[in-house]
């Protein structure tokens, strides 16, 4: 058919949509259609695995240190809160960062607190710090660590096992891809 020149009818489709051509496979392509590379797998494991590995051991000590306190808490009028904010992501889970530092010891560097919750949010609550009355170096925010303290307990919990059904589907992958 000539540039420029129009067909009508079924020829017209046929030559649109190049029916008599044939496809050619690639490495890429078989590999694909056999399932993935167990690489790609073990990616993932390792990711997954990281990321449950940051939140048992980045977030797990404090949630369970403000438990063990939990009730003892006083505010600390020798504390400031600064650089608080709280950040919601998709109405679904929120991160609060804010550093506590010391009015009587201004040279003391400030002690940096993030927690996290799910459907819930920091929007408009004073950042309070305050200090145990059973440990006086565990300082933390009231509102973390007396007010949504089952919140954050419960977004862990939720969080964690996501990870760890996450890093299962992973191995499960890893070792398909490894057997195949």
Request: charged share 15%; aromatic share 12%; glycine share 8%.
């Amino acid at each position: 058919m000539a540039f420029g020149k129009r067909q009508s009818g079924v020829g017209a489709a046929a030559q649109a949509l190049n029916a008599g051509t044939t496809v050619t496979s690639s490495r890429v392509a078989n590999e694909m259609a056999q399932g993935s590379h167990p690489f790609r797998w073990f990616i993932m494991l390792a990711a997954c695995a990281a990321g449950l590995y940051h939140l048992l051991v980045g977030y797990g000590p404090d949630l369970w240190r403000d438990h063990r306190l939990s009730g003892t808490w006083q505010p600390a009028y020798d504390l400031q809160v600064t650089d608080g904010k709280c950040e919601r992501t998709n109405f679904v889970i929120t991160f609060c960062n804010a550093k506590i530092k010391s009015v009587a010891r201004p040279d003391q560097a400030p002690i940096p607190h993030s927690f996290l919750m799910f459907f819930s949010s920091g929007g408009g609550e004073a950042l309070v710090p305050v200090r145990s009355t059973k440990d006086r170096s565990a300082v933390s925010i009231f509102y973390a660590a007396d007010t949504k303290l089952w919140n954050r307990t419960f977004s862990l919990i939720f969080a964690v096992g996501m990870m760890a059904l996450l890093d299962l589907v992973a191995l499960f992958g890893f070792l398909n891809a490894v057997n195949s």
